[in-house]
């Protein structure tokens, strides 16, 4: 029999919760778990109990913060082309802004 694995706080997780969701959901799940810098439980699970989220910022928070900005200067340069502006986009610009804009506030006190 193998050993019971516990979480950093030393609780038994021997419960599995699954849901499903369409291929859009994931990816702006995925999304939002690369920019907390969270593993996806911790972070489903922190906003399933309403928790709120702190992004420790760190190489892999940044660099992901890098990817998705350049995510988002392609689809303006397409927009600027005269193409439509969609939700997720506007969706992500406003997430990746709350992220940047709460890693200035913890790293410039």
Not at 2 to 20: E, L, W
Not at 36 to 45: E, F, H, L, N, R
Not at 47 to 62: A, E, F, S
């Amino acid at each position: 029999m193998s050993a019971k694995n516990c979480d950093s706080h030393n609780r038994f997780r021997g419960r599995t919760i699954g849901f499903r969701v369409s291929s859009e959901e994931e990816k702006q799940i995925n999304t939002v778990v690369e920019l907390s810098g969270m593993t996806k439980q911790d972070y489903i699970v922190a906003k399933l109990l309403d928790r709120t989220i702190y992004v420790q910022g760190n190489c892999k928070v940044h660099r992901a913060v890098y990817d998705k900005l350049n995510e988002v200067l392609v689809e303006l340069q397409r927009i600027e082309n005269g193409e439509l502006i969609n939700d997720e986009l506007m969706s992500n610009i406003e997430l990746i802004t709350s992220i940047v804009n709460s890693l200035y506030v913890k790293t410039s006190m």
